[in-house]
């Protein structure tokens, strides 16, 4: 019996594991969604899989509300301005494709 109940947790924190980890990011928004309309508390939910809280909280977290922010920083863009916000921009990731035929 209590080895039925240990290997139960086990699995759970297991199958909770992977969840966390492994699944894609809109996939566990997904179920964090999911889960939040059943009952269960939104933030708990997003802090136990790794994910922020929907956008319709309000936490501004995401930046999407902000419709005036990002035009403005390139419309007043000059060439020195431009040149040293292109060094704090992250790096572009490429991937290289080799084509064995």
């Given amino acids: 019996m ?11 924190a297991a199958v909770q594991r ?12 997904r179920i964090v969604y999911f889960l939040a309309r059943r009952g269960f508390d939104q933030n708990r939910m997003a802090k136990l899989f790794n994910t922020g809280a929907s ?4 936490c501004a977290s995401c930046g999407s509300c902000d419709s005036d922010s990002a035009p403005s920083t390139s419309s007043t ?14 790096p572009k990731r490429v991937i290289k494709l080799h084509v064995q035929r």
């Fill in 2 to 12: 209590w080895q039925q109940v240990i290997v139960g947790l086990i699995v759970a």
């Fill in 77 to 90: 863009s000059s060439t020195s301005s431009s040149a040293s916000a292109d060094a704090s921009a992250p």
């Fill in 55 to 58: 956008c319709g909280d309000g």
């Fill in 18 to 29: 992977f969840c966390t980890h492994y699944l894609p990011a809109a996939l566990r928004r």
